[in-house]
Nanobody, 123 residues
Framework: EVQLVESGGGLVQPGGSLRLSCTAS????????IGWFREAPGKKREGVSS????????SYANAVKGRFTISRDHAKNTVYLQMTSLRHEDTAVYYC????????????????WGQGTQVTVSS
């Protein structure tokens, strides 16, 4: 069974850090572009970051550039999203997705999705 599972979300104060994990089973993440998305209440799902399967090249939304870092561990079949300097506006459910999108930030172009993990930034 193909499955993606996110973990690592939680409640953090502004300025704090969290590391999200996305672990795959039933397939190898190394063969897919992996994207992180987030969805805040009342807002559309938006692309946060992605990592390309072949060369590990990365992409980031302008809102998180310089604060978030995406990385992967092939041995663990896991992709991470290290989030630092968190802000109130980063509060959302974060999802990882796997696919072969022509444009990394478009959710409809991904094949597999995790169930999401809540990130809440609040004092």
């Amino acid at each position: 069974e193909v499955q993606l599972v996110e973990s690592g979300g939680g409640l953090v104060q502004p300025g704090g850090s969290l590391r999200l994990s996305c672990t795959a089973s039933g397939f190898s993440l190394a063969n897919y572009n992996i994207g992180w998305f987030r969805e805040a209440p009342g807002k559309k799902r938006e692309g946060v970051s992605s990592i390309h399967p072949s060369d590990g090249s990365t992409s980031y939304a302008n809102a998180v550039k310089g604060r978030f870092t995406i990385s992967r561990d092939h041995a663990k079949n896991t992709v991470y999203l290290q989030m630092t300097s968190l802000r109130h506006e980063d509060t959302a459910v974060y999802y990882c997705a796997a696919g072969h999108p022509s444009i990394w930030a478009i959710p409809d172009l991904y094949d597999y999705w995790g169930q999401g993990t809540q990130v809440t930034v609040s004092s």
